[in-house]
């Protein structure tokens, strides 16, 4: 039957080996029967009784005396971040700069994340920052763990940042003291630090998330969250050999990114493991492999920076003559978002580019799907195991065992079809009137979601006049640049405020520590004693911000429900994972950033 599918197919040339609109309709069922009204309010905070799930089991708890002394900058977050910020401040020749961390050492998401199968599915080459000021090359082309935390303290010494850090010290309080034009910072250690500037990288995914569901208190086995994995139970370590497994019968609840990688090793290792499903993961192709040094040999001064730059060029739609890491990220941009610029102009209208991306959008996933039924043996798993919404709904996966592992005999999937575990019990785990007796849990339930400076993260920061950043920020950010905000001088915030994001994060990060050393480095030298934003800048770019977001609104609209749209409840550029970044993407917003640094006017701060 002839649609705008299949008309815009026939003009581009483009072969349909499916039934685009029979595929949408299964997409919109897929994300209706997901759809809940508690939206965000399904998940618990951990805290209180719950509180276990986040202490902190990699390191000894340290003591030590309150500081209450002086410091010219201090960064908040320690992983890359932090990092980044700290290095560029320290070669744009800050000395009394002070990092404060939560964790026992640097590495951020690095170093809470440690379970086993744990790796980062952006190409280290690009990933990995700081790579030839280290003179590092990584060991494989997609690292592990363990490889990137070693990478982030070897940045805390070589910057020489582990000179003035506080480890396992949590910022209680933020204020900004007018008559001396400088932030107080407290903390839960009893420290009040006084910092002419502060930059903040607290990271947006920080806080691990429990669902609210009863039970969770009575269970009498053994639990922990993936970010807290707790090996002294489990045996082996980040890259497996979970002996202490052999004998218990597990459960994960959860498929995300996370249980998709540490779910081959659970496998493994368990007598039995029970896989709690809510929605599947699109599982991809992973294909690592170790460096070649044939190829490293062969690097030449500056290949960091263009490889980087090259990847960020792909990923949002060229211009790229070459794809130097054409992986499963670029394969995707490169057929999903740049159908757009591959289709002249002369052939498809506007809306019917639109519409032929979305085709390779279904043609991508129909790959994902035939994946799992070719590797799946048992039909019905493989078929629960089919994702059926947008590849950008949620966050791609790539691996080459997880699949696979539904083919042991002591694995069982639970699809819980769209609806999730019901509870908990003393002995395990209820879904659908059965109970699932299990000696553990393991919760792989992600993240909250939220912007990391309101009270949500532990602190509030009161600015200038009292006015705190909780009620400033209560119905949406609010910066220029995503670095600044009117009443709150000298405060930099990093990472996703507002801000040009990209796949690749510790890019991201790298432009924003970029300007964060630019401006104190040219503040301090004109003697500034204070930066902020002044009114009118902020509004034009929120103005601009807004203008830019709704455009991605309708496709997350769309989407099955998920941290990335708010838990079905897109809307506002504040409340969701990908709401309120720059709509024009990483490119343009790299490019304000340079442009507005080579003016060297400060446009759009207040100085004094
Ligand atoms: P996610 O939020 O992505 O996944 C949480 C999982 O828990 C989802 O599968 C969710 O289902 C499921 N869930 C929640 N409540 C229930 C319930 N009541 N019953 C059953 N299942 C439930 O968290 P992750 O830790 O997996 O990943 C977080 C992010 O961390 C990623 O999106 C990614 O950005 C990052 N990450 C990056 C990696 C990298 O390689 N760079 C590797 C790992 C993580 P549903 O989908 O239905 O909500």
Not at 193 to 212: D, E
Not at 455 to 463: A, E, F, L, M, T
């Amino acid at each position: 039957m002839s649609n705008i599918y299949t008309e815009v197919a026939e003009k581009a040339g483009m072969k349909l080996s499916f039934d685009p609109a029979a595929l949408l309709e299964k997409y919109n069922f897929e994300r209706d029967k997901r759809l809940r009204e508690d939206g965000r309010g399904q998940y618990r905070e951990i805290a209180g009784q719950f509180a276990h799930f986040i202490e902190d089991p990699y390191v000894e708890p340290i003591t030590r005396e309150p500081l209450l002394d002086e410091v010219e900058v201090i960064v908040i977050g320690g992983g890359f971040g932090g990092l980044l910020a700290g290095a560029k401040l320290r070669e744009a020749g800050v000395k009394s700069l002070r990092m404060i961390e939560k964790g026992g050492d640097f590495g951020g998401t690095w170093y809470w994340n440690r379970y086993p199968g744990a790796q980062c599915d952006i190409e280290a080459y690009v990933y990995l920052p700081l790579l030839e000021e280290l003179n590092y090359v990584p060991r494989e082309r997609y690292s592990h763990a363990p490889e990137i935390m070693a990478h982030t303290q070897a940045i805390g010494r070589k910057y020489n940042l582990y000179d003035d850090v506080c480890f396992q010290t949590e910022v209680t309080g933020m204020q900004w003291d007018e008559k001396e034009s400088k932030w107080i910072i407290t903390t839960d250690r009893g420290d009040r630090m006084k910092a002419r500037f502060v930059a903040m990288s607290n990271g947006p995914l920080n806080k691990p998330k429990l669902p609210a569901m009863t039970g969770i208190e009575n269970f009498k086995g053994h639990t922990f969250h993936t970010s807290r994995w707790d090996y002294d139970y489990t045996g082996g370590t980040c890259e497996g050999n979970l002996t202490g497994l052999k004998d218990k019968r597990v459960a994960i609840i959860g498929t995300g990114a996370t249980a998709v990688q540490c779910i081959p090793h659970l496998g493994e290792w368990s007598k039995e493991l029970f896989v709690f499903q809510r929605t599947p993961s699109s599982v991809d192709v992973r294909k690592n492999a170790p460096t070649n040094p044939e190829w490293q040999k062969k690097l030449q001064p500056g290949w960091h920076q263009k490889r980087i730059e090259n990847f960020n060029n792909m990923m949002s739609g060229g211009p790229s003559e070459k794809d130097d890491v054409s992986d499963g990220w670029t394969d995707i941009f490169r057929d999903i978002t740049n159908q757009e610029k591959m289709n002249p102009a002369k052939v498809l209208s506007k809306e019917e580019k639109k519409v032929l991306a979305e085709l390779a959008d279904f043609k991508k996933m129909e790959e994902i799907r035939t994946r799992a039924a070719s590797i799946v043996k048992d039909q019905a798993t493989a078929e629960a195991l089919k994702p059926y919404y947008r590849q950008f709904c949620k966050r791609p996966t790539f691996h080459d065992e997880y699949l696979f592992t539904y083919n042991r005999p002591n694995v069982h999937l639970v699809d819980t079809r769209g609806k999730g575990v019901d509870r908990i019990t003393e002995n395990g785990v209820v879904f659908d009137g059965r109970e699932y007796e299990v000696d553990c849990i393991i919760f792989a339930t992600g993240f909250e979601v939220g912007t990391a400076y309101t009270s949500k993260s532990g602190y509030d920061i009161v600015g200038r006049g009292d006015v705190r950043l909780s009620q400033k920020w209560a119905d949406g950010l609010r910066t220029f640049h995503g670095f600044f905000s009117n009443g709150f001088p000298n405060c930099f915030f990093m990472g996703m405020t507002q801000t040009g994001l990209t796949a690749n994060m510790t890019h991201m990060l790298s432009e924003q520590a970029n300007h964060v050393a630019y401006v104190i480095s040219h503040a301090k030298s004109s003697n500034i004693r204070a930066v902020e934003a002044t009114v009118e800048a902020e509004e034009a770019w929120v103005k601009d911000i807004y203008r830019l977001a709704l455009l991605g609104e309708a496709y997350y609209a769309s989407c099955t429900p998920g941290y990335y749209n708010n838990e079905g409840k897109p809307g506002s550029a504040n409340n969701g994972f990908l709401s309120g970044q720059y709509g024009g993407g990483p490119v343009e917003f790299f490019k304000i950033l340079k442009d507005w640094r080579e003016e060297g006017a400060l446009r759009g701060l207040e100085v004094s």
